[in-house]
């Protein structure tokens, strides 16, 4: 099948930014670990597992419709601590909203109803999941102090 081009580009484009969402995230995560911040890691691990999966769908559907996908992330923006983490990655994540949106205008105005399909559930789970935790965390930060929440972070010591 031979998708409009202009379609696979978008695709092509939101690849890019889905890789190094999941790159940026996989190396968070193990850096939180690194820092005994079990909690935190757990759900930036989950992330970096969504962001693959947003990049799987992605692969597919841009090897259906005939094109190929671009397999170089964008650069990635490493914290150096909880608080710049959960920034760069929220920053990221808001980039791929923009993106995920203007990839949807893209394929309504191309009448590719099925592509528009797979961005869909990528949309809400950037937004509505992703983003918010990341804003709700930061807020949290504020709100109860760094010490606080990185002691929050932690899992508890077996007895």
Excluded at 6 to 31: G, K, P, T
Excluded at 98 to 126: G, W
């Amino acid at each position: 099948m031979q998708g409009h081009p202009a379609v696979i580009d978008a695709l092509n484009a939101l690849l890019v930014d889905e890789l190094a969402a999941r790159d940026q995230y996989f190396i968070h995560s193990r850096m939180l670990y690194d820092w005994g911040l079990d909690v935190a890691a757990d759900r930036i691990s989950h992330e970096m597992e969504d962001e693959t999966g947003h990049a799987d769908a992605l692969i597919r559907r841009i090897l259906m419709l005939g094109g190929m996908p671009d397999m170089r992330p964008s650069a990635l923006n490493i914290g150096s601590d909880l608080p710049s983490l959960f920034a760069n990655d929220l920053a990221v994540e808001i980039s791929v909203t923009q993106n995920v949106r203007a990839a949807i205008a893209v394929c309504e105005r191309h009448s590719d109803f099925v592509s528009r399909e797979v961005l869909i559930p990528m949309l809400v789970d950037t937004e509505v999941d992703h983003a918010y935790w990341l804003s709700k965390q930061l807020g949290l930060i504020e709100l109860v102090g760094l010490p606080n929440y990185l002691q929050s972070q932690m899992h508890p010591v077996a007895a």
